[in-house]
């Protein structure tokens, strides 16, 4: 596709020692460029597996096949090396815990400069200054430049996590549940925070996340992933307003609503077996 | 509606020592001259950011956390002044169920173990109806016989919470205090949830204190709720109403921060 920055093709992931059980079963994916897509899914249904193979971090216990193309370029078939210098400068990711992101015996000045080093050669002083617009841009004090980890609450040090993943401009940025561990309205400033990014710097996004909440708030397309597969795939109004797929609508069910309309529904799996067929 | 808990004018103070030989001192108020009251058989809900005392509230009743004033009455009797074999007896009365299922349960004890404890603790039946017990609660939520001999290594974050309510209920307590108990888990293992505790709340005639930062799960279990803000109550009501009308400018900030609504507001 033409506007298209990222093609998963065929991906499926599978433990080396036993290549019959696929924990992504063939799934093929396109992020449009400066848009945000969403993969959803339950816990176990592969979506965090997706997002670490399109950064060639997957455990060395796994392995992969099928393709990647960032940017007309095959990430798969990349050296060590090479893949290295895409990571953290064109494609970057943010985690769910920030808490365990972060090395807790360094300062976040460090830890962002850090990161910026690894791909730049800058003077310290440009160093500096780049480390205080980036904690500018992310809405942390230019005071806490030498706080360590353990001094800042779990909304703060998730906007260290974005300061770093943003530090080199990335063209990608892969979001693996980044506000599950927060609280709702902090979770409301980091998706403003992240959705403000993503149009001042042109970048697109990918998103994983469990709840539709979320989806609904920051999603152009979605992806529904369920037992390795993608079941479902559409725009953000077509996926939520219409769903196709038995298992998307079972998912949606169990979101509370908070206008308290409707039941809450926990999945029936074996209704879903039978309805999938 | 008779009214199972009483809190007057909750205070606890947390200070915090910091400088060369701890000469600097600042102090949290996690609860500040906070009053609730819980009526019998109904889920009242507290809402509010990390840090604004909803723990230390539910910790503070059971006594798990000394408050520095106030007062709690449960069914008319003073928490603050018994001690021993009478708090141990109203204890049983109140049970809790945690946010972390993974941190809740010991992992070296198998299930069988994990639940025979407080019965142990409380002296409840000998070892034959002790068993028969466990058995019926287990199944009750949804496990069977043979996962007692389990560990909990070997379960599900929603499996895990599961073994954690079975654990509180065992007592047959009246009231129980739900600290986060979905805050951990995947949207379609937490409608179980919500639904197993809804249920059994109506079996058991169980009075629920359901501590949560996310009001779309109140508007599902709770009756009424209490809103609560660096250690103060801003404000409480039955849940419609509040979810309908909010009066203070905070509450409408939370409500406005429910994931799902900013296509909404578009």
């Known amino acids: ?277 | 509606m008779e009214i199972l808990l009483e809190a007057k004018n909750l205070s606890k103070e947390y200070v915090k020592t910091t400088g060369f030989f701890s000469r600097t001192s600042s102090s949290i108020k996690a609860l500040d001259n906070l009053s609730i009251n819980i009526k019998k058989g109904i889920t009242l809900a507290v809402v509010g950011e990390s840090g604004s005392g909803k723990s230390t509230l539910a910790k503070s009743l059971i006594r798990l956390v000394e408050i520095d004033k106030g007062s709690i009455t449960f069914k008319k009797r003073n928490m603050r002044t018994i001690s021993g074999g009478e708090l141990k007896a109203i204890r049983k009365n109140i049970q809790m169920i945690f946010q972390d299922p993974y941190a809740s349960l010991n992992p070296r004890m198998k299930i069988i173990n994990i639940m025979e404890e407080p019965l142990k603790i409380h002296d409840i039946g000998n070892s034959e109806t002790q068993y028969s017990k466990i058995l019926s609660m287990i199944k009750r939520v949804g496990l069977g016989e043979g996962d007692l001999l389990k560990y909990p290594h070997q379960f599900s974050g929603g499996q895990r919470q599961r073994i954690g309510i079975a654990r509180a209920l065992i007592l047959e307590p009246e009231l129980v205090i739900c600290d986060e108990p979905v805050s951990a888990l995947d949207v379609s293992v937490q409608a179980q949830i919500i639904q197993l505790l809804k249920s059994l709340q109506k079996e058991f005639g169980l009075t629920y204190l359901f501590i949560t930062h996310d009001l779309r799960i109140v508007r599902h279990i709770a009756d009424e709720v209490i809103v609560m803000k660096d250690g103060k109550l801003i404000e409480q009501g039955k849940t419609d109403i509040i979810f309908r009308s909010p009066k203070t400018k905070y509450t409408k900030e939370l409500l406005a921060s429910i994931p799902g609504n900013l296509l909404k507001r578009k």
């Open chain 1, 1 to 277: 596709m033409k506007n298209s920055i990222l093609e998963i093709n065929n991906l499926k992931v599978f433990p080396n020692n036993n290549s019959r059980l696929k924990l992504v079963k063939n799934i093929s994916l396109c992020l449009k460029k400066g848009k945000t897509t969403c993969i959803v899914g339950e816990s176990g249904s592969g979506k965090s597996l997706t997002a670490l193979s399109v950064m060639q971090l997957l455990s060395s216990q796994l392995s992969m096949s099928g393709s990647i193309i960032f940017e007309g370029l095959n990430l798969v078939n990349l050296t060590k090396e090479e893949v290295r210098k895409k990571r953290g400068k064109d494609i970057a990711m943010i985690f769910q815990e920030p808490m365990t992101s972060l090395n807790p015996v360094l300062t976040i000045g460090y830890q962002i400069k850090e990161a910026i080093s690894v791909h730049e050669n800058l003077l310290k002083a440009e160093l500096n200054k780049r480390v205080e617009e980036l904690l500018d841009i992310v809405g942390i004090p230019i005071d806490r430049i030498n706080s360590y980890p353990d001094e800042l609450s779990g909304g703060q040090r998730q906007r260290v996590m974005i300061a770093m993943a943003i530090s080199c401009s990335p063209k990608l940025l892969i979001a693996d549940e980044p506000t599950t561990a927060l609280d709702v309205t902090v979770q409301a400033q980091i998706l403003n925070l992240l959705s403000g990014l993503k149009l001042k710097f042109e970048m697109t996004m990918l998103f994983i996340t469990h709840d539709f909440g979320v989806v609904e708030d920051i999603a152009d397309d979605v992806a529904v992933m369920y037992q390795g597969e993608i079941v479902e795939q559409g725009t953000v109004l077509n996926v939520l307003k219409k769903p196709k797929h038995p298992y998307t609508k079972a998912l949606l069910d169990c979101v509370p609503d908070p206008h308290g309309k409707k039941d809450l529904n926990p999945i029936d799996y074996s209704a879903l077996k039978r309805a999938m067929g």
